[in-house]
Antibody, heavy 119, light 110 residues
Framework: QVQLQESGPGLVKPSGTLSLTCAVS?????????WSWVRQPPGKGLEWIGEISHSENTNYNPSLKSRVTISLDKSKNQFSLNLSSVTAADTAVYYC????????????WGQGTLVTVSS | EIVLTQSPGTLSLSPGERATLSCRASQSVSSSYLAWYQQKPGQAPRLLIYGASNRATGIPDRFSGSGSGTDFTLTISRLEPEDFAVYYC???????????FGRGTELEIK
């Protein structure tokens, strides 16, 4: 059973960089899967941020592309999210997820971590 | 970018009743690219249906998905108390790769 766990600061200052890590257990991040980040502002819907493949190819949501970097650390079996120049609008619960084999849906999710952007 | 519109916004039903949730796409979507999720308060979304009609691992058979083109439906045949939650549809688009979600339908106990 694949498990994902997000970690990182719960508070980030405006104009700063949000950095989160997703630790994967029960499976190898080097397997033939893609791995995604999704966020959900309080009381609102889901927004896909981007994805990274086992071979470190990336795709980003065009609405966030200029500020997002997703990377992979195979030695630690984890992947990370960096979101720069954050504002209060980036306050959300951030989830990491596994893209289902064969693609096109997200079959395993972390529990999510709330990141608040505030001074 | 394809926009997904879910209706109704809120659906009030009683346990044992049948629930029908709609997801309409602004352009035609391949059935392979349409999924449904359930989210309960304070929890991560859970994949229910992928490929428009395939149940994910461990999902009870009272959940079913159908549809094609621009109109997709999630049906819960007989509501159990644990089914009251928010449901999201999601589609996958290419060039560039992009997952988009509908705004959700809240299924509440009547």
């Amino acid at each position: 059973q694949v498990q994902l766990q997000e970690s990182g600061p719960g508070l980030v200052k405006p104009s700063g960089t949000l950095s989160l890590t997703c630790a994967v257990s029960g499976g190898s991040i080097s397997s033939s899967n893609w791995w995604s980040w999704v966020r959900q502002p309080p009381g609102k819907g889901l927004e896909w941020i981007g994805e990274i493949s086992h071979s470190e190819n990336t795709n980003y949501n065009p609405s966030l592309k200029s500020r997002v970097t997703i990377s992979l650390d195979k030695s630690k079996n984890q992947f990370s999210l960096n979101l720069s120049s954050v504002t209060a609008a980036d306050t959300a619960v951030y989830y990491c997820a596994r893209n289902a084999p064969g693609g096109w849906s997200l079959d395993y999710w972390g529990q999510g971590t709330l990141v608040t952007v505030s001074s | 970018e394809i926009v997904l519109t879910q209706s109704p916004g809120t659906l009030s039903l009683s346990p044992g009743e049948r629930a029908t949730l709609s997801c309409r796409a602004s352009q035609s979507v391949s059935s392979s690219y349409l999924a449904w999720y359930q989210q309960k308060p304070g929890q991560a979304p859970r994949l229910l249906i992928y490929g428009a009609s395939n149940r994910a691992t461990g999902i009870p058979d009272r959940f079913s998905g159908s549809g094609s083109g621009t109109d997709f439906t999630l049906t819960i045949s007989r509501l159990e108390p644990e089914d009251f939650a928010v449901y999201y549809c999601q589609q996958f688009g290419t060039s560039p790769n992009l997952y988009t979600f509908g705004r959700g339908t809240e299924l509440e106990i009547k």
